[in-house]
């Protein structure tokens, strides 16, 4: 995507409503003890996130193991409910609706999961597979659910003689491009990625990932894209939200996020890949220790235990998602001015 192509993006901002709103989403698991399993406390996997989603844009998810971006996705597309806050999906409000109310959105909002092998029934071949959401969603017939099929193997890189092989028979690529089959048969208009190609070699990442770029421009998708790996979610996003112990740390555009990062967490991600000669060099960040616990986090930022920066009132008080420059947010106190 080119610059221009970002900035059209950034003037819908403007204008347009988002096609996905979180508004201070918590999800938070009980931590259970004793034979009367006593909550005695809980793992803050996801705590007080708001963003907006656009239409036909990628927003990246990036963060260390733990962070609790898988959870975010989940809790987005209603497979585990949210402890508090608000979901939106075209100004709809998805919160609090049952399985059955949520039925109706299901064929709009799909998810790739990043194991392909577990995501695929062993016992189904691709055809049913494909066909198998057409079943539940729609009232087509036969012959449509045929062409639809078949139409959508060769769509993503695979052969109609395919349709008859089980997942078994398929190369890790080729299983994950069934998968991305099985969401994108429905057309649907969002699509969470969760790691889906983290599984896969090197090789294979650079082919999936291009074929899902090439997706989302013919079937105008919207991706939230979920990612350990800093250069896949630059290849992939338009915008990058940063996570740490469920909560964001900075959102910015790509090019900003990258050339330009503004929070320490941020810095020190960037730190960890390997530069070559002719890239520029930005300040070097090292964090102390590992991730702490989501069950016992810390107090103030949750960063401030890790971070070279840190001061006293890192560890008391909870800094805010606030704008910095066009386009760019961070919760961090060294650019707090109140």
Sequence with gaps: MTMN???KIDSKEKTLPPLIQIKNVKKYFPIR????KKTVGHVK???DISFDI????TLGIVGESGSGKSTLGRVILKLSPATDGEIYYKDENLTHLTNKEMRQYRQDIQMIFQDPFSSLNPKMNVYELLEEPLLIQTSFIKSERQKKVSA???KVGLRKSDLHKYPHEFSGGQR???SIARALILEPKFVVCDES?????VSIQGQVLNLMKDLQEELQLTYMFISH??????HMSDRVAVMYLGQIMEIANNESIYNDPLHPYTKALLSSIPTGPDETEMQEVRLKGDIPSPANPPKGCPLSTRCPFAFDRCTKEVPKLRKIKDDQQVACHLYDKN
């Design 5 to 7: 192509d970002i900035a």
């Design 45 to 47: 996997a996801v705590d």
């Design 54 to 57: 656009y239409k036909g844009e």
């Design 197 to 201: 190609v983290s599984a896969l070699d």
């Design 152 to 154: 959508m193997i060769e």
């Design 229 to 234: 790996d800093l250069s896949v979610v630059h």
């Design 176 to 178: 994950q491009r069934i």
């Design 33 to 36: 003890k004793g034979l009367l």
